[in-house]
């Protein structure tokens, strides 16, 4: 099952999420919704269900996780599968990493999530770079072996902002403003 919009508010609630965290999950789902709005005009197979709930609840965890060691994404995962929307549980899930990224096969749900939670900042929407900026400096806490991973994921988000844009009427820089 695909939940609705009020359903993933509901379990933002219910899952206790941050009022920041909710404002960021609403931010990165217009973003989404945007570019699957322009691959789907573009003739490509996007379920706008899913990225929406996928969106809203990429971050359902977060708040549950925020002092721990548990990984949000996976535990996100572990939540939509036990409320049975195991039709988004591998968007939650990839939202921070994708799991088998593949630059020549179509795009995907999961990677429209993945990019478009990296482009907001809090609940603004930034430029990749900016937001490595801020991952970096909140998460990383200067270890080597974690600043590697976090650019070598980015370069990735790089690859997948190439692979969505080539089939978009607009580029990167244009969503500031045509979601704000």
């Given at each position: ?68 060691d ?10 939509c599968?036990?409320?049975g ?68 994921n ?27």
């Amino acid at each position: 099952m695909i939940p609705d919009a009020n359903r993933c508010n509901s379990m933002m609630s219910a899952y206790g999420m941050l009022d920041n965290i909710r404002a960021h999950s609403f931010k990165v789902e217009k973003v989404a919704s945007l570019i699957a709005k322009g691959l789907t005009g573009a003739g490509i197979d996007i379920s706008f269900a899913k990225v929406s709930a996928g969106a809203l609840l990429h971050d359902i965890a977060k708040t549950m996780c925020l002092d721990s060691d548990v990984d949000h994404a996976v535990k996100g995962k572990e939540i939509c599968i036990k409320n049975g929307f195991s039709e988004i549980a591998d968007i939650v899930g990839e939202h921070i990493y994708l799991a088998d990224y593949q630059p020549c096969n179509s795009v995907t749900e999961q990677e429209i999530i993945y990019y478009s939670d990296k482009r907001v900042n809090h609940d603004m929407i930034v430029p990749l770079e900016k937001r490595l900026e801020y991952i970096l400096e909140r998460y990383a806490r200067n270890k080597e072996a974690l600043v590697k991973r976090i650019e070598d994921n980015f370069r990735i988000c790089r690859e997948v902002e190439k692979k969505i844009f080539r089939y978009l009427s607009f580029t990167p820089e244009d969503i500031m403003q045509m979601v704000n």
